[in-house]
């Protein structure tokens, strides 16, 4: 096995009494796709943050590509491409000059800038906005200016925080695709994000990270067969009968997890576990049989959903 | 990415900074030199020449120096100054709060040092098109006698630096809540009143006076004036313009690295 780009041990950060990421240990891969999925505040951009080289650890060890970041974050900064989670383009400037002048910061040449901004913009579907200024641009073109700019200096590890927060669904699409891509080439990837399904698109393996703890790890299929059921009921009685009804339900599947707006019946088979809801002469409004899927391994491990 | 790439940034960083902030420029380039070149005209002119008349036939407090020639080596570091404060105030909240620019930079192997200095290379260079700019109009004008005239563009240059302790004040701001425009009005223009640029310091009362002492633009402005039409003081007062100017420049840089390199490291 090739030696990991990265190796975080007990990694810990705290300010002040907050303890925003609590002793994780992890490993990265050379071309692995590595995800750190967890709610608000669970302490992925602080650990992102960390594993930039822009961040001081408080306790622990970490290496990025052989270097620890105390002594050598220029040289660890220099070989990585980081997609921050608000969109710090520089609105002053036009969209190509963006790269232009983020390429200089990695000390290529000139010439060899105008070259990479261009095949960058064609990657990141921009050519034809190449003059537009930055704040005529939608969403969904900002990240992609933003991860073209990140792949500049051609990094050996890309960091993505968030990739796709706030963007609509269409424009998240085309976002994955141009990732998916850039993984089919080999680059490493980390990337947090708080959406199961994204988790579950881009991430080879994953840690799910909740109040800056490592919860569990695994790809997201390994996640899902060790932490859930195959498969998951949801059925609906309305808001006010959901909580009285869950007690009559007692015995049906593996668990039971009751939510404000509906019950989840974890069971290895969804139809089987309806007609049994209905045996009993409960009536859902509605009934949903789902795949399980990260969020529900989440809920089990923390007792609470991603997104509140 | 290579050692080479790696290399050229660790030495020559701060020139990319300096290279980012003049491609910023360009959008409003035409403006910038408009500014640079009206506002010396238009001050020379009205208290060289216009409030001038109204001072007994033109006569400067030292003898045979014209009131023009008198005011324009202040006028010339003011303007320095306010070109220098500009970027000071605005350019580093643009950096650490508008527009994240800096967070950005961090992110490449620039560090906060290296920003930090290319955004004092940016007022250097901005200081330096403004004052040339402005020792040309008041050649133009007549206002300078003595051969060593030329130099009043490094009192002026020395004007600006020493504000520098606004650029690491500005990177200390968190929460914008105006405070640039208080700066302005409770530091900044009482010193240019009080600082010996329209008139001597010597005519105000002793009590006063050392709002004069204090301020870097008295220091400059009487330098300036050494360079312009002197010398009238003894050289170790000059010494003593360059010193103060410098240690002010420098504490300000210094302290504005620190407290950016802090702000950045979350």
């Known amino acids: ?308 | 990415m290579t050692d080479v790439t790696f290399a050229r940034t660790r030495r020559f960083g701060a020139w990319y900074v300096l290279e980012h902030k003049i491609r910023q420029m360009r959008a409003y380039l035409g403006t910038a030199l408009a500014t640079a070149l009206g506002t010396p005209v238009l001050y020379l002119f009205a208290f060289g020449v216009g409030l001038a008349t109204l001072i007994t036939g033109n006569v400067g407090p030292v003898e045979g120096i014209s009131y023009l020639q008198f005011v324009a080596p202040a006028l010339l570091a003011s303007a320095a100054v306010l070109v220098a404060m500009e970027e000071y105030t605005f350019g580093i909240m643009l950096g650490l709060k508008w527009n994240l620019t800096f967070v950005a930079m961090n992110a490449s192997p620039i560090t906060a040092r290296q920003i930090v200095n290319g955004i004092m290379l940016f007022v250097w260079f901005r200081m330096l098109v403004t004052t040339v700019i402005y020792f040309l109009v008041m050649f133009a004008f007549g206002a300078v006698s003595s051969p060593t005239g030329a130099l009043t563009i490094v009192a002026g240059l020395l004007a600006g630096f020493a504000f520098s302790p606004a650029a690491a004040y500005a990177a200390t701001i968190e929460e914008d809540r105006g405070q640039f425009a208080i700066l302005q009005r409770t530091i900044i223009l009482p010193l240019t009143l009080f600082s010996g640029t329209m008139f001597p310091l010597t005519q105000l009362p002793q009590f006063a006076q050392w709002i004069g002492w204090a301020s870097p633009l008295w220091h400059a402005s009487e330098l300036g004036r050494q360079f312009a039409y002197g010398p009238t003081e003894p050289l170790w007062l000059s010494v003593v313009h360059v010193a103060y100017l410098l240690a002010l420049g420098i504490l300000g840089w210094q302290l504005c690295v620190r407290i950016v390199a802090r702000r950045l490291n979350k």
């Open chain 1, 1 to 308: 096995m090739p030696a990991p780009v990265i190796t975080a041990s007990s990694l810990t950060k705290k300010y002040k009494d907050f303890v925003a990421v609590d002793g994780i240990s992890f490993e990265v891969a050379p071309g692995e796709s590595f995800g750190l999925l967890g709610p608000n505040g669970a302490g992925k951009s602080t650990t992102m943050r960390m594993v930039g080289a822009v961040s001081t650890r408080t306790d622990g060890e970490l290496s990025i590509l052989g270097l620890d970041p105390n002594n050598n974050g220029p040289e660890i900064r220099a070989q990585l491409g980081v997609v921050p989670q608000t969109d710090n383009l520089d609105t002053e400037l036009r969209v190509r000059d963006n790269l232009l002048v983020y390429g200089r910061y990695f000390g290529l040449p000139r010439a060899q800038v105008q070259t990479r901004a261009d095949e960058l913009l064609d990657f990141a579907q921009l050519t034809d906005k190449s003059k537009a200024k930055i704040d005529d641009l939608s969403g969904g073109m900002k990240r992609r200016l933003t991860i073209a700019r990140a792949l500049i200096n051609d990094p050996r590890i890309l960091l993505l925080d968030e990739p796709t927060t706030g963007l609509d669904p269409q424009a998240r699409h085309i976002l994955w695709d141009r990732l998916f891509r850039l993984k089919e080439q080999g680059t490493t990837l980390v990337l947090t994000t708080h959406y199961m399904d994204e988790a579950e698109q881009l991430c080879d393996r994953l840690v799910v990270v909740d109040k800056g703890r490592i919860m569990a790890e695994g790809s997201p299929a390994a996640l899902i067969r060790e932490h859930s059921s195959r498969e998951v009921l949801e059925v609906r009685f309305g808001s006010e009968r959901n909580a009285t009804v869950s007690a009559e339900l007692a015995g049906i599947g593996d668990r039971i997890e009751t939510l404000p707006d509906r019950i989840l019946i974890y069971a290895s088979n969804g139809e089987e576990a309806l007609v049994e809801v209905t045996r009993r002469g409960l009536q859902p409004i509605t009934s949903l049989v789902r795949r399980s899927s990260l969020e529900d391994v989440f809920l089990t491990l923390t007792g609470r959903t991603l997104i509140e």
